[in-house]
């Protein structure tokens, strides 16, 4: 039954990651938007490989894709050596990049996650700039291997650790709705970037020799916070002017996540250094860096790995950015983020115990607040990591799987497939709001 494979479970594997104690279910089949578990109850899954599964769980394109790959006995290792399959995939890839970089960026394949690409992404900014520090963001998520926590804003989690990469500095972030300066007001963006141009100007005290800067455009782990495009444009513009590579972190915010395909597009800015991970793989793990052509300083040996472009993954890969583009994904991801806000904004206006909602795309988060404390001085009041796992339960049980992350846990996270449909985000929004006030009364 599912308790013994639960208990089982419970038994040998370690408690590093939380979401088999917080999501206790044995998952035997998925499709689409839809868990089902042993005793064959669904749960909609809004979490999604934590926004792994652009066209949901098991798309019939990705399965046919893998099934004709395996029946053509394509090598499914094949190091970093050519192949028909990593040839067409790196094609459908560079259709969607910016006019700039289409005929000439470069691609390098990394390991299976995220944390991989990044690193490389570091490594290759500090090779091509002679090193220096990296300039991260406050808030920001990078991965969990040494190098990508150092970047990333949680203390909490990186404190045990004490010694990281020494030489990252944190940024502000222009978190509006808790605004690092005590302003809010629309005016978050504008400090900040201010903010951001001076420490890269004092030469007394500001920041010496910066070798890059890595941002995401939607903060993801850190709460689905997005980034003010005009402050992305001026982020771009400064560090175009100084010659410091801007690298953006699409890992969790690419391919379609945000309805663009790119999320830097939202700004019309062009990056020098691309992360892509997650719904790149069509569901299995795959990573890659991509940059302009002038970074590419690479001597032979210089980032080596065995796991390099997973074969599965790119025909994976290939088979949902094809559909992606035939069917018109990001339409729908537009659609459905509407229809996600009009009913968050109107939830919200009903209880004070949301205190926001933000986000771009299907990349959307819902902050939850005590409003027995005090607001401060921004009118706000602190964010409640206890209700959030309060519905984030009620939501379970209700059958409706919701990630939470940011400050404190208290924001509520949506990275439903980008292929929702209409019918089925309304019964996810029934689900939120019934477990919104069983959790609230
Ligand atoms: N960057 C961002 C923006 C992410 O959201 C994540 C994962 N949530 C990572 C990097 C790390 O990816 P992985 O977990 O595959 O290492």
Not at 36 to 48: H, N, P, Q, S
Not at 123 to 140: D, P, R, W, Y
Not at 146 to 161: C, E, I, Y
Not at 243 to 257: A, C, F, M, N, S
Request: charged share 25%.
């Amino acid at each position: 039954t599912q308790q013994q494979y639960l208990r089982l479970q419970a038994d040998r594997e370690s408690q590093a990651r939380s979401y088999p104690r917080r999501f206790p279910l044995v998952i035997q089949k998925a499709k689409g938007v839809l868990l089902t578990d042993l005793e064959g109850k669904t749960y909609y899954d809004c979490l999604a490989g934590a926004g792994t599964l652009a066209l949901g769980h098991n798309p019939d394109v990705v399965v046919e894709a893998i099934r004709s790959a395996l029946d053509e006995q394509i090598p499914l290792h094949a190091l970093d050596l050519a192949t028909p399959l990593k040839v067409r995939f790196m094609s459908e890839l560079f259709l969607l990049l910016p006019e700039e970089m289409r005929d000439t960026a470069k691609i390098q394949f990394c390991g299976p996650t995220g944390a991989d690409a990044v690193e490389a992404a570091i490594k290759l900014v500090k090779h091509a700039t002679g090193g220096g520090a990296i300039l991260a963001f406050q808030g920001g998520y990078h991965g969990s291997t040494q190098g990508t926590m150092a970047m990333s804003g949680n203390l909490s989690k990186k404190s045990r650790l004490r010694s990281l990469l020494p030489d990252v500095h944190f940024l502000p972030f222009p978190y509006e709705y808790r605004c690092p300066f005590g302003v809010g007001n629309g005016m978050t963006a504008r400090i900040s970037a201010h903010y951001i141009e001076h420490l890269l100007d004092d030469c007394e005290s500001g920041i010496a020799d910066p070798c890059g800067v890595i941002v995401e455009t939607v903060q993801g782990e850190g709460g689905s916070i997005p980034a003010d495009l005009e402050w992305l444009r001026q982020l771009r513009r400064m560090t175009a002017e100084r010659g410091i590579p801007l690298i953006i972190d699409e890992v969790q915010t690419g391919i379609g996540r945000t309805g663009k395909m790119f999320s830097f597009e939202h700004a019309g800015i062009v990056p020098d250094v691309i992360v892509c991970s997650k719904a790149i793989g069509g569901s299995l793990p795959m990573s890659v860096v991509i940059y302009k052509e002038e970074l590419d300083c690479w001597q032979a040996g210089a980032h080596t790995g065995t796991f390099r472009g997973n074969q599965l993954g790119m025909a994976a890969g290939l088979a949902t950015l094809a559909y992606m583009r035939e069917h018109r994904v990001l339409d729908q991801v537009n659609e459905r983020s509407k229809q996600f806000f009009e009913a968050l904004e109107r939830l919200k206006a009903r209880y004070e115990e949301i205190g926001d909602v933000r986000g771009r795309g299907l990349m959307i988060g819902v902050e939850m607040v005590d409003p027995s404390l005090p607001k401060d001085g921004l009118g706000h009041h602190p964010p409640s990591g206890e209700l959030a796992e309060r519905i984030q339960e009620r939501c379970f049980q209700n059958g409706l799987i919701v990630e939470s992350g940011g400050r404190r846990s208290a924001v509520l996270r949506f990275l439903p497939p980008l292929t929702i449909t209409e019918e089925e985000t309304a019964a996810v929004l029934e689900i939120f709001e019934k477990s919104v006030v069983e959790a609230v009364e």
